[in-house]
């Protein structure tokens, strides 16, 4: 886990290229913010059996991951092999 005086919520993998899980308390809020409206999606969008409008739901609410996520997470320059 890194150090708490990093403002970043999301760090860069060590492997790979990407984001890893988050490390400050506003990185895990995002994400469960995010569970539960899928599952609220799947709830909601189940008893009305609209396919289309759920792959569109959650399409829409992973981009909006995304850019918290880009926004507020450290940015992968390059993949990466470990810590060197």
Not at 8 to 11: A, E, R, S, Y
Not at 45 to 51: F, P
Not at 62 to 66: A, P, V
């Given at each position: 886990?890194?150090?708490e005086n990093t403002s970043?919520?999301?760090?860069a993998k060590t492997y790979g290229f990407g984001w890893g899980l988050p490390v400050r308390w506003q990185g895990w809020l995002v994400l469960l913010v995010?569970?539960?409206l899928v599952s609220l999606g799947i709830v909601y969008?189940?008893?009305?059996?609209?396919?289309v409008a759920f792959l569109l739901y959650v399409v829409g609410i992973?981009?909006?991951?995304?850019v918290v996520i880009v926004a507020k997470g450290e940015r992968?320059?390059?993949?990466?092999?470990?810590k060197k």
């Open positions: 886990m890194q150090d970043f919520w999301f760090p995010y569970a539960v969008l189940r008893a009305r059996r609209d396919v992973t981009m909006l991951l995304i992968p320059v390059a993949w990466r092999w470990g």
